[in-house]
């Protein structure tokens, strides 16, 4: 696959605290690459950096070819991102919500216009165009915010624990949502801490105490670790971790 991610030794110091420490690893178009790790493994300062919000403090990557350092407003102009809590306006509606993030990434009306009642029609939400989204269940909630994220028809989207707080079958629907994303093209970089969710990425990556511990398919690795889960994959790389907060 033609790498859209491309790390070479990329690290993060605060002060003589290494956060995310020689980090290597390529992803592809269309690829679902699961970023694993626990709380103080050093993902979230990864992603940061990934998506041009914090500068390195040394190392080399790029993200759909531009470089994170000197090119972040173009990185930020061709990726996506979804955070826990979906970065959604509870006090505007399904539409204004639409509306609004196609032109903080600078769509144009007309194409606003379109998109929007592809969105509203894809997610059967017509009927609630005009609802606050203070007032979607979760799940409805999670599903826009998601979809509002790659409205611009982005390259890559970086998705922070999305499923956080969401029933099974929620959780479930949501990845159909992402298997279409990349069966388009679209890249998905996810972090989880459902082990489960592991499973359906074509590769995982397993950060511990700021490295990367092991990077495969979820397959590869349960062999490898003589596991019947992921769950038990990640135990075992995880259990001594010393790090506590991310």
């Not at 709380?39 to 940061?48: E, L, Q």
């Not at 970086?158 to 949501?174: A, M, Y």
């Amino acid at each position: 696959m033609e790498p859209v991610i491309v790390t070479e030794k990329l690290t993060k110091k605060f002060d003589d605290f290494v956060a995310a420490n020689e980090l290597t690893f390529e992803v592809g178009k269309g690829e679902i690459f699961g970023f694993l790790g626990a709380n103080g493994a050093g993902k979230t300062t990864a992603m940061r950096m990934l998506c041009g919000l914090l500068k390195p403090s040394s190392g080399k990557a790029t993200v759909t070819g531009f470089d994170i350092y000197t090119q972040t407003e173009q990185i930020k102009k061709n990726i996506g991102y979804m955070s826990q809590k979906f970065s959604l306006y509870d006090n505007l509606t399904v539409k204004e919500n639409i509306r609004f993030y196609g032109g903080i990434y600078g769509m144009r009306r007309k194409e606003i216009a379109v998109k929007t009642d592809e969105l509203l029609s894809m997610l059967q939400l017509q009927g609630e165009a005009k609802t606050l989204v203070s007032e979607l269940p979760l799940g409805w909630k999670q599903k826009l915010a998601f979809s509002v994220s790659i409205v611009h028809d982005p390259s890559i989207v970086f998705l922070d624990e999305p499923t956080g707080g969401v029933d099974p079958v929620t959780r479930r629907q949501f990845w159909d949502q992402i298997y279409y994303a990349a069966d388009k093209g679209v890249t998905v970089f996810v972090t989880t801490h459902y082990m489960d969710e592991a499973e359906y990425c074509n590769r995982v990556s397993i950060m511990v105490d700021g490295v990367i511990a092991a990077l495969d398919s979820p397959a590869a690795l349960k062999k490898q670790y003589h596991s019947s889960s992921m769950q038990d994959v990640f135990y075992q790389l995880a259990r001594n971790a010393k790090r506590k907060a991310d």
